[in-house]
């Protein structure tokens, strides 16, 4: 059991963090989600090749070569929480970079789609532990003030993943003669080569990530939690000082007092927590089923249904890639002086007009650069607004001693939520047509606005331990 005196936190001037420590270690977690990014979206391009070369078919060969890897996302973010609180923030992340090296190359050099399938699934693994673990830990140990910027960074490296992924696929194909498809297509080096440098480039940045991470620290929220003050204490004054240290440990604490260090995911169903849990999980499927990933996934449908070949839709994706980066820095400046709730509010009500927009020009025929236009509008309405703040949200509503299984179960959600969205887009693009699928993730949009505006507090510029008096006490 724990105890603590009640301490009130006293911060330190701005000046008096050890800003340049705090940046770094923070940078070198969120490569975490530079891997989840650049694995998660590879496929976009890569599937116009390794398709055919598995002589893929149909709505629900395509769907489950685009979904299959969500199911790895699942496993990954279920069992994150429950061993992260076992072995730690730190323990975890590294075996996750592990992980993404060693599925890049079994993808690469996948026989077989069976074979490939099953790379995708293990690969998935390591996305549902990187995008449950590095926002975890990067708001565990950020100073308050700082906190939406630096767990918005990891959405920052999420998007130069995506970018970077969108670069390597239009640089492989950007000499692909237009028109070349049939079996010129099938014996082409892009199908039977190309595909395959595009995953197994993963393996450097897997390695990158891997030996940083013997550079950072442990949670000293979770060295807390798991009866190591003192570690926790010397990670603390090395964020923000020794006086610092102090107050931050005893409110750490405080939150603790009278708890066990270990979390049953039974717990979560105490009427206390299941408020906060219900608002985590439904932010978490929203951000899914507001429709953006379709266009990560499927660009190659999308744009070839507004007109454009396989080399201009590789064109294409990579300027979805450059907005969705720029507007990303945009959300960066804004998200500790706007406030999560009015960029939430802000994002579904842009969404919802955009996708009405996409789906009234599929319906009216409408191709090329008006299609394209809208596309990236919508790609920078999500980047700067529901993109990074959601995960910043999941990552400090949730009270210090069940954060881990919290998050699991959100991310978990939110992983289901994108495998459904991802399977059943090419069956929806079949059968109601690309213009009222996107109609139907414009109602979604409002759902989200209505939910936004009735459940969520402000949490900017609040410790996580206030945040936890606020939402659950």
Not at 25 to 30: G, Q, S, T
Not at 336 to 344: F, I, S, T, V, Y
Not at 347 to 362: D, E, M, N, P
């Given at each position: 059991m724990i105890t603590a005196p009640t301490t009130t936190l006293r911060a330190p001037a701005v000046g008096q963090y050890h800003?340049?420590?705090?940046?770094?270690?923070?940078?070198?977690?969120?490569?975490g989600g530079l891997l989840f990014g650049y694995d998660w979206v590879v496929i976009g391009g890569a599937r116009q090749f390794f398709e055919p070369y598995f002589g893929l078919s149909?709505?629900?060969?395509?769907?489950?070569?685009?979904?299959?890897?969500?199911l790895?996302?699942?496993a990954g973010a279920l069992v994150a929480g429950a061993l992260s609180d076992r072995f730690g923030r730190k323990r975890l992340l590294v075996g996750a970079a592990i992980l993404f090296a060693v599925t890049s190359l079994g993808n690469a050099l996948a026989p077989t789609f069976t074979v490939f399938v099953v790379w995708r699934i293990l690969g998935g693994v390591a996305i549902g532990l990187a995008s449950c673990l590095s926002p975890m830990y990067i708001a565990e140990v950020a100073p308050s003030h700082l906190r939406g910027r630096l767990v918005?960074?990891?959405?920052?490296?999420?998007?130069?993943?995506?970018?970077?992924?969108?670069?390597?696929?239009?640089?492989?194909g950007r000499d692909m003669p237009k028109g070349l498809s049939g079996d010129a297509l099938l014996h082409s080096w892009y199908v039977l080569q190309?595909?395959?440098?595009?995953?197994?480039?993963?393996?450097?940045?897997?390695?990158?990530?891997?030996?940083?991470m013997f550079a950072v620290p442990e949670s000293p929220r979770w060295l807390a939690k798991n009866g190591k003050p003192d570690r926790a204490r010397d990670v603390l004054a090395r964020i923000g000082g020794g006086d610092y240290a102090t107050a931050a440990l005893g409110e750490i604490e405080s939150t603790l007092a009278g708890e066990t260090e270990t979390v049953r995911f039974r717990e979560l169903l105490d009427p206390k927590l299941t408020a906060v849990l219900v608002?985590?999980?439904?932010?978490?499927?929203?951000?899914?089923?507001?429709?953006?990933?379709?266009?990560?996934?499927?660009?190659?449908?999308?744009?070839?249904?507004a007109g454009y070949d396989i080399s201009d839709t590789l064109k294409n994706i990579a300027w979805t890639g450059s907005v969705n980066l720029v507007?990303?820095?945009?959300?960066?400046?804004?998200?500790?002086?706007?406030?999560?709730?009015?960029?939430?509010?802000?994002?579904?009500?842009?969404?919802?007009?955009?996708?009405?927009?996409?789906?009234?020009?599929?319906?009216?025929?409408?191709?090329?650069?008006?299609?394209?236009?809208?596309?990236?509008?919508a790609m920078a309405c999500y980047a700067m607004t529901l993109a990074p703040v959601v995960w910043?949200?999941?990552?400090?509503?949730?009270?210090?001693?069940?954060?881990?299984?919290?998050?699991?179960?959100?991310?978990?959600?939110?992983?289901?939520?994108?495998?459904?969205?991802?399977?059943?887009?090419?069956?929806?693009?079949?059968?109601?047509?690309?213009?009222?699928?996107?109609?139907l993730y414009a109602a979604v949009c409002v759902v989200g606005f209505v939910f936004i505006l009735l459940r969520l507090p402000e949490t900017k510029g609040k410790t996580l331990e206030e945040l936890e008096k606020e939402l659950v006490d």
């Open positions: 800003l340049a420590y705090v940046w770094a270690i923070c940078l070198v977690a969120a490569l149909g709505e629900l060969e395509t769907g489950w070569a685009n979904s299959c890897a969500l790895g996302c699942l918005a960074i990891n959405q920052l490296t999420i998007v130069i993943g995506i970018q970077a992924a969108q670069f390597v696929n239009w640089w492989l190309g595909w395959r440098w595009m995953f197994g480039l993963t393996a450097v940045p897997s390695m990158l990530f891997f030996l940083g608002l985590g999980v439904v932010l978490a499927v929203l951000q899914q089923w507001c429709g953006i990933n379709v266009i990560f996934n499927y660009a190659g449908d999308i744009f070839k249904a507007f990303t820095f945009v959300a960066l400046g804004i998200v500790d002086r706007a406030g999560r709730r009015p960029l939430l509010l802000a994002g579904f009500v842009g969404l919802a007009i955009i996708h009405l927009a996409i789906g009234g020009c599929y319906f009216a025929g409408v191709q090329g650069l008006p299609m394209l236009l809208l596309v990236l509008s910043v949200v999941i990552s400090e509503i949730f009270p210090n001693r069940i954060r881990g299984a919290a998050m699991a179960v959100a991310i978990t959600s939110l992983w289901i939520a994108c495998f459904i969205l991802t399977y059943t887009f090419p069956l929806l693009n079949h059968r109601l047509g690309p213009g009222s699928t996107f109609w």
